[in-house]
């Protein structure tokens, strides 16, 4: 008995010692988490002062920025009310251009740098399936990424690494991801490999963390023009879309809950322009690697999934990627060396000091660009009977407003503002199928019925939701209007220094179609030009040889110096001198449309020019007369070790071509090419302000005249209808004399 109580006693006393203790290590765990709490708090607190403190320091820079800029307008402005006001706006102006080329000789430096620099990263499924050859794929990635920098030993070079298992290899005490971030110091990488190959996990099903790697690959920190990612695999990604070992085979049979869609991850892979090579084992990958295709492969883009089949043989693998390494060498030279919108969107650019996609700048994070897959007819036009129907239409075109010497170097970041649109009913028709599909548009033929005109309509290959057609369009009609305002002021240039050569941008008008449904409701139409229709960059090649290759690159450069640097007009192509379809890249950036990337293609642009006989003649300055020489030998330093002939290098970067009697230009009217053939009668008419049209144009204007009542005073006075036809305006209501009185325009 008095054993028994003993014995409760020692039990309620141990009880009593547990629940003190357990009581001591709640308090104690209670304490941990308030102190945590705080320290969280505490975090929070500091972070929150931080932004907003950062957010103080970029308002104050802003407003500094602004308080410059305005500065300057207001020295400007200034100069024009002083006596000796061309010689201080010339210094103003020269100023300006002084600091932005400065500006410009920094950046091409890191373009060139850029360029010829290369990061690639070695993705290596390290589980119990690959035990058979991970020794040996390890071995063959060391050496690869060891063979890379003995090979090219010109290019600045980092490898990464990460290796990847399963969600459940975690009971197994394994890493799920094993990532060794980039680095130049390459046998720090191979070590991490090494020891990777040491360690298998027990994968309990057959998919394995595909998806985990591919996100962990991209969250890397790319910085390289040349981007290249090695994966080598046995298994395909978790989800039953990517594999036919059913739902049973795999834990996961929708993806693990932290997937990210292998389609969205392909996408994005392309928009960070990295090249994607895999190496297949077995034929288990085949889904996975077809859905890989199909959504990296982007309509357009200069990307080819490459897949090496192994077949078990080793000794397959090392020569493999080597060749695809110098094919993704080779192929940044060549877009960089090429000006066209589609090799700009897939070059990665740095944008806000971090380097992403061109594509990834424009597109929401994940977002995947849906494109039109529509069937191209390429057979001759029967232009009366275009389409099945005849359909209504709004036309939509922009006039500059001012006389053409109001735009001045430091006003050119309001030029938007200096045009004005109108719009008016037409009918169309439009054929079925479109003609032919670029690297950026679709186009088909359209006819103008009420205007009588042969049209060619062009819409994007990118299906864009909301309202970004319509601004998709709207900003190409604005960059040409632009680019065209520019080409006149070129064109006085270049005749009053003797050089008889001249450019000029055909019309750009926005037709809204309103019985269409909203994913091709805008479209923009420009003239239908028969004849050689060239591209002086287009998106097979740098069609380096073609006549007036130079003249284009010349007038670039120029919008730069004209604009002090605010602008520059690239990506040029036409028929001999008469150009269209041109990009923007502005100071702001994104100002002209989705393709406007900012400085970056400022840079880009320079980083390749050299300066020719017209440049010379206008006087142009480059920011780096060295910098496409410096290029130029980067690469070949670079490329030393392949298969590259000196003749392909040549083409890359020649950009001499045969001088053409450049003197065509677009009919302001119909849209129509002629040859100018009076250079004196061109310049008097342009001194005053006035276009030239073509012949038919000038015809119709003499027959098309009328005498229209002023509704001011009644005084009778004659109005050209088919110049306001063509140019979609409404017709003039008050004569000159009453639009003077009222302070309006007095330049139709
Ligand atoms: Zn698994
Ligand atoms: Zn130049
Ligand atoms: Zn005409
Ligand atoms: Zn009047």
């Not at 410009?104 to 360029?115: D, E, K, L």
């Not at 990506?571 to 379809?581: C, E, K, W």
């Not at 400085?599 to 880009?604: A, D, F, I, P």
């Not at 302001?668 to 061109?682: A, H, N, P, Q």
């Amino acid at each position: 008995m008095a054993d028994d109580r003993d014995a409760l006693i020692k039990q309620l006393q141990a009880d009593l010692e547990t629940k003190k203790a357990t009581k001591a290590r709640r308090e104690e765990e209670d304490a941990k988490d308030a102190l945590i709490k705080k320290l969280q708090a505490d975090l929070e607190t500091k972070k929150a002062t931080k932004a907003r403190q950062e957010e103080e320091e970029r308002r104050r820079q802003a407003a500094r920025i602004r308080e410059l800029e305005e500065a300057n307008r207001a020295a400007y402005r200034a100069a024009y009310r002083e006596e000796a006001k061309d010689d201080r706006i010339r210094e103003l102006e020269e100023r300006l251009r002084t600091e932005s080329r400065t500006d410009i000789a920094s950046g091409i430096r890191g373009v060139v740098r850029q360029s010829t620099s290369v990061d690639l990263v070695a993705m290596m499924d390290c589980t119990a399936s690959m035990e058979s050859w991970i020794a040996e794929a390890a071995r063959a990635l060391c050496f690869i990424i060891g063979d890379v920098k003995e090979k090219f030993p010109a290019l600045a070079y980092r490898a990464a690494f990460v290796g990847y298992r399963d969600y459940n290899d975690g009971v197994m005490r394994v890493e799920r991801l094993s990532i060794a971030p980039f680095t130049s110091d390459i046998a720090s990488v191979q070590a991490h490999i090494k020891r990777q190959g040491a360690i298998t996990g027990d994968a309990p099903d057959e998919p394995e963390d595909v998806a985990g790697a591919m996100s962990a690959a991209l969250g890397l920190d790319w910085s390289s023009m040349t981007r290249l990612v090695i994966h080598v695999g046995d298994a395909p990604p978790h989800g039953v879309a990517y594999h036919n070992y059913g739902a049973s085979c795999d834990n996961f049979p929708h993806g693990h809950p932290d997937d990210t869609k292998i389609e969205t991850l392909a996408a994005s892979f392309r928009e960070h322009g990295i090249q994607y090579g895999f190496i297949k084992i077995n034929n288990s990958t085949d889904k996975f690697l077809g859905v890989l295709r199909e959504h990296y492969e982007g309509a357009g883009m200069p990307f080819k999934l490459n897949v090496v089949e192994l077949g078990g043989d080793y000794t397959a693998f090392q020569p493999n990627v080597s060749r695809m390494l110098k094919d993704s060498v080779t192929s940044t030279f060549k877009r960089m060396s090429r000006s066209d919108k589609a090799s700009m969107k897939a070059l990665p650019l740095a944008v806000g000091g971090k380097l992403i996609g061109g594509l990834g700048a424009i597109a929401e994070e994940d977002e995947e660009e849906e494109m039109r897959n529509l069937e191209v007819e390429k057979k001759p036009p029967n232009w009366d009977r275009l389409g099945d129907r005849v359909e209504r239409a709004v036309r939509h075109t922009y006039h500059f407003r001012g006389g053409d010497k109001a735009l001045s170097v430091l006003e050119w970041e309001e030029v938007n503002g200096s045009f004005s649109s109108s719009k008016s009913d037409t009918t169309v028709r439009i054929s079925k199928h479109p003609f032919d599909k670029g690297g950026m548009r679709y186009a088909s033929y359209l006819k103008d019925m009420d205007l009588d005109l042969k049209r060619v309509a062009k819409l994007p290959l990118e299906v864009l939701e909301g309202g970004r057609l319509e601004a998709y369009a709207k900003a190409d009609m604005c960059t040409q209007a632009v680019c065209k305002l520019l080409a006149k002021k070129f064109n006085m240039q270049t005749l009053e220094k003797g050089i008889n050569r001249m450019v000029s941008f055909i019309d750009v008008a926005v037709y809204e179609f309103p019985d269409r449904p909203d994913a091709e409701r805008w479209m923009t139409v420009e003239p239908y030009i028969e004849g050689e229709y060239k591209k002086f960059s287009n998106n097979s090649g740098w069609a380096s040889n073609e006549a007036g290759a130079e003249l284009a690159a010349s007038f670039s450069h120029w919008t730069h110096h004209e604009t002090g640097g605010f602008l520059i007009a690239v990506d040029i192509q036409g028929v001999g001198n008469v150009y269209t379809d041109p990009q923007i890249h502005s100071k702001r950036g994104a100002m002209f449309g989705e393709g406007d990337l900012g400085r970056k293609g400022v840079e880009h642009f320079f980083a390749t020019h050299t300066c020719n006989e017209v440049c010379r003649k206008l006087g142009l300055v480059h920011p780096d007369p060295e910098a496409a020489a410096r290029m130029e030998a980067a690469m070949r330093a670079a490329l030393d070790d392949t298969a590259i002939g000196e003749e392909e290098l040549i083409e890359v970067l020649a950009m001499d071509g045969t001088p053409g009697s450049d003197m065509q230009i677009c009919c302001e009217l119909c849209g129509c090419i002629f040859v100018v053939t009076d250079r004196d009668k061109y310049m008097s008419f342009r001194r005053q302000g006035k276009d030239l049209s073509c012949n038919t144009c000038r015809d119709n204007c003499r027959r098309d005249k009328t005498q229209v009542a002023c509704s001011e005073c009644g005084k009778r006075f004659p109005v050209n209808l088919h110049f306001y036809r063509m140019k979609g305006m409404d017709q003039p209501k008050k004569c000159r004399d009453c639009k003077a009185k009222r302070g309006g325009r007095t330049r139709d």
